[in-house]
């Protein structure tokens, strides 16, 4: 089975140069054949906290919810899943929609049971935005300062992730994708996430 692991690094002073991140590329999350659009992931660490950037190709934007905590996942929506402690028993989910509009919760989840999502949860420190490229497609850029985490990450720190992306073409078909397969149309399977190492 292949193994999902991204070197998150340090950038110095306030402007990424995101030109020169690492990018990992979204692939179907069922088969991890190539996606319809490119959808591409870099991530990077500051004295601020963690930053995460999705530049994703799309021609056909679905996006009517404008509330915090809206159903935005029926719709389109880059996602990250984040498991701190590694346990594949409490982590967090993030989504934000072509509109910037942000969900987010902690799920708890044993072994063979269904998540239970607490959508009351809120990442107060978070912040988001989405821009247009030139070249047509989005910027999703999130923000994590230090105090979102449980324990700010250091270098040789190591969390399990995932990042995701839903995308409806014009025929209302929905396509699921991911950086780390899943195997099905089924995000919530931590022990599918993959590694990031801070360096």
Not at 67 to 83: A, H, N, S, T, W
Not at 110 to 138: C, F, H, M, Y
Request: with cysteine.
């Amino acid at each position: 089975m292949e193994s999902y692991v991204y070197r998150c690094g340090y950038v110095g002073g306030p402007d990424i140069r995101w030109q020169q991140i690492e990018p990992m590329e979204l692939v179907d999350t069922v088969d991890g054949e190539a996606a319809r659009l490119q959808t591409v992931v870099k991530m990077c660490r500051s004295d601020e906290g963690v930053h995460v950037r999705f530049e994703c190709e799309d021609d056909h934007v679905v996006a009517t919810y404008s509330k915090r905590d809206d159903p935005i996942y029926k719709e389109d929506v880059v996602e990250i899943f984040l498991d701190e402690e590694g346990l594949g028993t409490r982590y967090k989910e993030y989504e934000i929609s072509p509109r910037n509009v942000v969900f987010d919760a902690m799920i708890d989840k044993k072994p063979g049971e269904r998540p239970i999502v607490q959508v009351d949860w809120d990442d107060e420190l978070l912040r988001t935005s989405v821009t247009a490229r030139e070249n047509g497609g989005l910027v999703y850029d999130l923000v994590f300062p230090v105090g979102s985490f449980f324990t700010p990450p250091v270098p040789g720190t190591n969390w399990r992730m995932n990042f995701y992306r839903i995308d409806d073409d014009r025929q209302g078909k929905r396509h699921y994708w991911a950086w780390s397969p899943t195997g099905k149309v089924d995000y919530h399977m931590p022990e599918k996430f993959g590694t990031i190492l801070f360096e």
